[in-house]
């Protein structure tokens, strides 16, 4: 079935660039997204990308996508402490539905 | 702006009590949908709906029922509470069709089963 793994945790100094990584498991995903959840708040889209794309930029954010591998990353450039949150990698699933990763926590250490 | 609310933040209930989660949003979608979020295991889809009296069950729906009256409002109900199900609850909507499905959100109600 469908599926979407990430790692659970990433912690990075301040200014640093942060990158996180999902892979997934149905190739026929149209759309690939992160989505952010800051501490006490439900979800919110960061980004999308759109599966024919190899990258997407977005201001500090960088997505990048291999199909051939069902890998998708997420960077994030001079990485702030208000970059805190749990990022959810997730692929488009049939009908309306979107499939979540187990979700990255991700920590900023001065 | 889009509007999802949950109708309580925080929640303890009882074993074997009944419990109404409440779901609003104020932008028209057609769709909505009700998640737990568990550490390590992410989201998981309860069950979803794409129109009112119209639901469908998503991967974990055992213990659970839901009920849309009106277009606006979608409620997660737990006939009898089980201390398993203590959880943080997660309601989101989408409009019936649009580009990327983006789906928005409530702050989410977490349960404590006791």
């Known amino acids: 079935g469908e599926d979407v793994e990430q790692s659970l945790f990433l912690s990075v100094r301040e200014g640093d660039s942060s990158v996180i990584n999902c892979t997934y498991t149905?190739?026929?995903?149209?759309?690939l997204y992160w989505y952010k959840q800051e501490p006490g708040a439900g979800l919110q889209l960061l980004t999308y990308?759109?599966?024919?794309?190899d990258m997407k930029q977005d201001q500090r954010l960088t997505v990048l996508l291999n199909k051939k591998d069902k890998h998708l990353s997420l960077r994030i450039a001079d990485t702030q402490t208000g970059d805190s949150a749990i990022y959810f990698c997730a692929e488009s699933g049939s009908a309306s539905k979107i499939i979540f990763g187990s979700g990255t926590r991700l920590s900023i250490r001065p | 702006d889009v509007k999802v609310t949950q109708s309580s933040r925080y929640l303890v209930k009882r074993t074997g009590e009944k419990v109404f989660l409440e779901c609003v949003q104020d932008m028209d979608h057609e769709n909505m949908f009700w998640y737990r979020q568990d550490p390590g295991l992410g989201l998981r889809l309860i069950y979803f709906?794409?129109?009112?009296?119209?639901?469908e069950k998503g991967d974990i729906p055992e213990g659970y029922s839901v009920s849309r009256e009106k277009k606006e409002r979608f409620s997660l109900i737990l006939e009898s509470a089980s201390t398993n199900q203590t959880s943080m609850y997660l309601c989101?909507?989408?409009?019936?069709?649009?580009?990327?499905?983006?789906?928005?959100f409530g702050p989410g109600t977490r349960l404590t089963v006791l």
């Open positions: 990308i759109f599966s024919n794309m």
């Open positions: 989101a909507s989408s409009m019936g069709t649009s580009e990327y499905n983006e789906q928005f």
């Open positions: 149905d190739s026929s995903s149209t759309y």
């Open positions: 709906s794409y129109d009112v009296k119209m639901k």
